[in-house]
């Protein structure tokens, strides 16, 4: 950040012609990749600066595009190799329940929070109708 990787990568990435859900695509996998390797307060900092100004300038709106990080992370914390919270499964398991068993067992979960994100990728309404209606 302080020697410009933020407003290189702005540039780069505005300089490609994307439309908006390409946009949202590329992010998603940003999100996951990162995920498998970094906890969502890394990814939080390293993203968020390069693409919420993109998102905001294809007109999303950003507490949705907010939810579609945190869903996105969700997932990605249940996924190995770095599954955190399978992980934090183990440490409270007896000690016959082994890590490939929570890892087996995840994967029912991981479908049901990608469900959740093709939800809300689908129908915005899902997650900005209760903030429109306070906030306007």
Do not use: R
């Not at 498998?36 to 919420?52: A, K």
């Not at 249940?78 to 183990?90: H, R, S, V």
């Not at 994100?117 to 906030?135: C, E, G, I, R, W």
């Amino acid at each position: 950040n302080g020697i410009g990787g933020i407003a290189f990568a702005q540039q780069l990435l505005g300089g490609i012609a994307v439309e908006g859900w390409q946009l949202l695509a590329i992010s998603i996998c940003v999100f996951l990749f990162l995920g498998f390797f970094i906890d969502w307060i890394g990814i939080l900092f390293l993203t968020m600066p390069i693409f919420l100004p993109l998102v905001k300038g294809f007109g999303y709106d950003l507490v949705w595009y907010g939810v579609i990080f945190n869903l996105t992370v969700q997932v990605a914390y249940l996924t190995p190799p770095f599954a955190p919270a399978a992980f934090y499964l183990k440490s409270v398991a007896p000690p016959e329940i082994s890590i490939q068993d929570i890892f087996s067992a995840c994967w029912p979960f991981i479908g049901l929070q990608l469900l959740a994100l093709a939800l809300v990728l689908a129908f915005p309404a899902l997650v900005t109708t209760l903030p429109d209606l306070v906030y306007n």
